[in-house]
């Protein structure tokens, strides 16, 4: 493997994780930005109920992040390096 290919595939790499960010930002920003905004707006739904109601995915996400945790302490306590250490790489800073 000479250096032109080693460089285009981490910046293959780069790309792949700037555009999932970018899609994770985008999203993170819909939910925040836009989904009260309609909600108020368009849906006539009071304040108050379009605050709790643009809390709710935040909370998901939370409560998931720790059900994933133990879940996986649970089943793959034995094999978390198969599960863990191959995909490191990939989700790695390379630059």
């Not at 133990?70 to 790695?92: C, E, G, N, Q």
Request: charged share 15%.
């Amino acid at each position: 493997m000479g250096l032109a290919e080693g460089t285009s595939t981490l910046a293959a790499a780069q790309i792949r994780k700037t555009a999932t960010g970018t899609v994770g930002l985008l999203m993170g920003v819909w939910v925040i930005d836009w989904v009260p905004s309609y909600l108020l707006e368009e849906r006539g739904i009071s304040l108050i109920n379009t605050g709790v109601m643009s809390a709710i995915p935040g909370l998901v996400a939370c409560a998931t992040v720790f059900l994933g945790g133990w879940l996986f302490d649970r089943f793959f306590h034995d094999r978390a390096r198969l599960y863990v250490i191959p995909p490191a790489p990939a989700s790695s800073d390379p630059a």
